[in-house]
Nanobody, 118 residues
């Protein structure tokens, strides 16, 4: 059974930082591209950052320079370090795993909620 278990969400003040973690089980983690997506209330889920199985990264424009995605294949975990957070209402950050050669092999986590507010 495949599981993506996220942690690290919560309430943070504007300008603060959070680190999200996503621990995967049931997949051969090292051959999956991993990503983080954000969904705000009433809006579609949108890409925040991705990291390929080889370690290449790509970011949404809004995340560039502030967020860092990384992975630890030994721990089957992907991280999203978020700095200089801007105010936002409660949003859900979803972890995503996509097989490097089979886009049909895709999994999602449940998503921790993040609120940036004073």
């Amino acid at each position: 059974q495949v599981q993506l278990v996220e942690s690290g969400g919560g309430l943070v003040q504007p300008g603060g930082s959070l680190r999200l973690s996503c621990a995967a089980s049931g997949i051969h983690f090292s051959i999956y591209n991993m990503g983080w997506y954000r969904q705000a209330p009433g809006k579609q889920r949108a890409l925040v950052a991705i990291i390929t199985n080889g370690g290449s990264t790509n970011y949404a424009d809004s995340a560039k320079g502030r967020f860092t995605i990384s992975r630890d294949n030994a721990k089957n975990t992907v991280y999203l370090q978020m700095n200089s957070l801007s105010p936002e209402g409660p949003s859900v950050y979803y972890c995503n795993a996509v097989h490097r050669r089979n886009l049909g092999s895709t999994y999602w986590g449940q998503g921790p909620q993040v609120t940036v507010s004073s």
